[in-house]
């Protein structure tokens, strides 16, 4: 396989076209666009990724599949929805870890629309257990999660710590503990915006993987604190 150029202007075109034609007529007709302009594309970025990712940990998968592997579906959820819009206005992928069975297993993610590029990681809405053990380790670790979100090239990256949080502690935490804000999380994701124009280039690649470097002493902590191996 050649090296990955980068995404070409025909993936973004793609999306603005599909904003502006969400509806399942206009995806068939454009079905085999959307495999040669979005699929492959994604497939190779993946593909060029993996040798990055197992530079940070050999527990997180680069699967290149475009259906069953890192790429996400384009098909949207709309059972329990008010939004009956039957596309996603956007590519993503994400690198999980090769213990987790679905999304809410600790992963790294690339996010690519246009106007709207970033790449993160960390664990969105994990399930009540999984929540409760990683509160447990910041709550118990506040030296350890300290030193991990106060770091300057963690700083530099993603500024911080993101995800929604509960108005009030959660119950048995205390709410005076320096990290109180962290553990009233529900999610707990880092995120680093990028362009179109990067994500374009030849070196987005690498600059996937300097920020998914950036974010490795956070998914340990939170490998750590699900007792799963990174």
């Not at 150029?5 to 666009?33: M, Y």
């Not at 690519?112 to 399930?127: N, R």
């Not at 529900?186 to 690649?205: C, I, M, N, T, Y």
Request: aromatic share 12%; charged share 25%; hydrophobic share 40%.
């Amino acid at each position: 396989m050649s090296e990955f150029k980068g995404f070409p202007s025909a993936f973004f075109t793609f999306f603005r076209e599909l904003k502006a034609n969400n509806d399942r007529g206009w995806f068939e007709a454009n079905k085999s666009r959307f495999r040669e302009t979005v699929q492959a594309p994604m497939s190779d970025f993946i593909t060029a990724m993996t040798p990055h990712l197992l530079r940070v940990s050999k527990d997180f998968v680069a699967d290149p599949r475009p259906n069953g592997g890192s790429m996400f579906r384009i098909h949207r959820d709309i059972r329990f929805s008010r939004d009956k819009r039957p596309y996603k206005e956007h590519g993503a992928c994400q690198f999980r870890h090769r213990l987790g069975r679905d999304v809410h297993a600790p992963g790294f993610y690339v996010h690519l629309a246009p106007k709207e590029v970033f790449v993160g990681g960390g664990l969105w809405m994990p399930d009540p257990d999984a929540l409760l053990k990683i509160r447990t380790a910041i709550a118990a670790k506040p030296a350890q999660w300290k030193k991990i979100v106060s770091n300057k090239r963690f700083v530099s990256a993603f500024g911080g710590v993101e995800g929604e949080q509960l108005q009030r502690p959660p119950r048995g935490f205390d709410a005076n503990h320096p990290f109180i804000a962290d553990i009233r999380r529900k999610s707990f994701v880092v995120g680093r915006d990028s362009s179109e124009a990067q994500a374009r280039s030849p070196r987005f690649v690498a600059e996937t993987a300097e920020s998914f470097a950036a974010a490795a002493p956070f998914m340990r902590f939170l490998c750590s604190a699900l007792s799963v191996p990174m």
